[in-house]
């Protein structure tokens, strides 16, 4: 019976089997990670297979790979900030994304419109400082991950996220987007 580092090694191989089996074993951890932070179904495939045939592209690195899990989350990760970062369209729901509905119907209908205020907002700043808000409150990034990924420092990244809400706070308030 093989192991999954006896599998992972003949994938690093460039064994075509080895990379369907772990292809079927892990694609539907990788799409529902990428699902969740992209909101779209049909972007989250097209994410997935981005991270898969990166991975058959790289294959050679998981011969040095002791988490395979880990390894393919990280991967996962930053294929989604990258795609995210040169994407063209906004993310719609990236701010407020942990904010849950619920309560009558009209509730629900306010959130959606302070949803779409913030994502106003939020397109208005400035693109790094856009950026690293999206990084923080969409895909729940700690500054310093978001700091390491932008080579930025992590006083910077704070800045620009407390730019970002004391703005979006003042234009709530003043009931302004512009």
Not at 11 to 30: C, D, L, M, T, W
Not at 39 to 54: N, S, Y
Not at 103 to 108: A, L, N, Q, T, V
Request: hydrophobic share 35%; charged share 35%.
């Amino acid at each position: 019976m093989e192991t999954e580092r006896d599998i992972f090694r003949l994938f690093a191989e460039g064994n075509a089997e080895a990379f369907r089996k772990i292809f079927e074993s892990f694609y539907p951890k990788v799409y529902g990670f990428v699902e969740h932070l992209v909101h779209d179904p049909d972007e989250a495939k097209d994410v997935t297979q981005k991270i898969f045939i990166r991975m058959w592209i790289n294959r050679d690195k998981f011969l040095d790979v002791n988490d395979y899990d880990s390894y393919i989350f990280i991967l996962s990760k930053y294929t989604v900030l990258n795609h995210i970062r040169h994407r063209k369209t906004p993310v719609t729901d990236a701010p407020l994304h942990d904010i849950r509905d619920s309560g009558s119907p009209e509730d629900k209908v306010q959130m959606q419109e302070i949803r779409k205020r913030v994502d106003g907002i939020v397109e208005k700043m400035p693109r790094q400082r856009r950026q690293i808000f999206r990084m923080s409150r969409m895909l729940g990034l700690r500054n310093d991950e978001i700091a390491r990924e932008l080579d930025l420092s992590k006083k910077t990244v704070e800045n620009h996220i407390n730019l970002a809400l004391r703005e979006i706070r003042k234009r709530l308030e003043n009931n302004t987007i512009l």
